[in-house]
């Protein structure tokens, strides 16, 4: 009915065109505006090498989606980008499995000095369904975060990712982020997310996804 509040998923279902795979030029950008959008995240801090190793994993990972809209000209990395799986656990031991050994440390000493977010990830572990979900792993926008420029923004690049979802059966998206990004919070409640569980310092957060 004529104005009735839409869902963006469902609107991107109808509109949406074939997007040009993710290439290696595009890894290199992506790693680059993930570092300017998340310079707080385990992966940022690891470094560049980490972040290219990670993304070109969920890449071929045949579960997981990354949609990424470069910036314009010269600055391709001031773009928007966003990653999900429909298979969290298995994405997650296949990303981690594909890294070098090198990577890897520096990864995991990363994660190791920020202990919070794996505590509640395993106290969500009986609560996050283990299928017909999807997952959204990370999500940014140089836009933004620099204030100006007139790149894709954050519910674009989401709306692509909840559109992929539905296309692969999930009937729900869930996120996490920090508590103290109130920020954030607020985004994915504009977006439909209402709040399930904080622990730990982070917030679960779920929607449900329109039928495909």
């Not at 065109?17 to 505006?33: M, N």
């Not at 190793?53 to 969920?58: E, P, V």
């Not at 894709?152 to 996490?176: H, I, K, Q, T, Y």
């Not at 920020?183 to 504009?190: D, G, P």
């Amino acid at each position: 009915m004529a104005g009735e509040p839409t869902d963006p998923a469902a609107e991107h279902l109808r509109s949406s065109q074939p997007r040009e795979p993710v290439g290696e030029a595009d890894v290199v950008a992506l790693a680059r505006c993930h570092r300017l959008c998340l310079p707080e995240t385990a992966s940022s801090r690891a470094g560049l090498s980490v972040l290219e190793g990670l993304y070109r994993a969920l890449i071929r990972d045949r579960d997981a989606e990354v949609v990424w809209r470069p910036g314009d000209g010269a600055e391709p990395h001031l773009g928007a980008f966003a990653a999900g799986t429909v298979a969290l656990r298995e994405t997650e031991l296949a990303v981690r499995r594909s890294l070098s050994a090198v990577d890897f440390a520096r990864l995991a000493l990363r994660v190791a000095a920020m202990p919070m977010h794996v505590l509640a990830r395993r106290r969500w572990e009986q609560v996050i369904p283990s299928a017909g979900i999807g997952y959204v792993l990370t999500l940014g926008s140089a836009t933004a975060v620099t204030g100006h420029g007139r790149g894709a923004r954050g519910r674009d690049v989401l709306a692509d990712l909840e559109a992929w979802f539905v296309a692969r059966g999930a009937r729900e998206s869930w996120v996490d982020t920090e508590q103290s990004n109130g920020r954030a919070i607020e985004f994915y409640r504009r977006g439909g997310y209402v709040e399930v569980s904080r622990d730990y310092g982070q917030v679960l957060l779920k929607k449900p996804l329109p039928s495909g």
